[in-house]
């Protein structure tokens, strides 16, 4: 079942339990506006929400958190995050990560992030930046997810003579 078609079935499904809780007072509509909300059922939601998670992805990375990162993550993409994670874990450190770009596809069920993750090697401590561009998928029951990482290759300094 595609994204849109859960976003729309869960939309449906709800709408006679809204209409019986507008008939309720404001404070109680709260908690519940709030859950529609962390469904991603809207647009707007799912952008908030990719946002959100792309921004504790990079948290996760800076710190060298595996297990709150591969969360982010499809399980297609576990094993090799997991080996690479274990890898670097002593000689590598990123010091910051930004999202440099996001492109929102199919009413934003679909999004390609660009980030930049700036770390050192040890015992280097010369500090480089590397660009990445991931695709997540959001699902109503799992919420975004990367499912490809592929790194941005620094283009070649030009080769004009002159300006």
């Known amino acids: 079942m595609s994204g849109l078609h859960e976003a729309r079935t869960l939309a449906v ?3 006679g339990a809204l209409a019986l809780l507008l008939l309720l007072p404001g404070c109680i509509l709260a908690p519940f506006i709030q859950a529609m909300s962390e469904a ?3 647009e707007g939601d ?3 929400l990719l946002a959100k998670d792309v921004r504790e ?3 996760a990375m800076r710190w060298n958190d ?3 990162a591969v969360r982010f993550l499809d399980t297609s993409l576990h094993e090799d995050f997991i080996a690479e994670a274990r890898k670097n874990r002593s000689r590598q450190k990123v010091v910051d990560g930004s999202v440099e770009g996001v492109i929102c596809e199919n ?5 390609e992030v660009v980030t930049m993750v700036r770390a050192y090697e040890v015992p280097y401590f010369v500090v480089r930046e590397k660009r990445e561009k991931t695709r997540w998928t959001f699902r109503v029951r799992s919420g975004w997810k990367m499912v490809e990482r592929a790194p941005i290759e620094p283009e070649p300094p030009s080769s ?3 300006g």
């Open 40 to 42: 991603g059922v809207t």
């Open 66 to 68: 595996t297990s709150t």
């Open 46 to 48: 799912r952008q908030r």
């Open 57 to 59: 992805y990079l948290e």
């Open 13 to 15: 499904k709800t709408a």
């Open 107 to 111: 009413e934003c069920f679909d999004a």
């Open 160 to 162: 004009r003579v002159g």
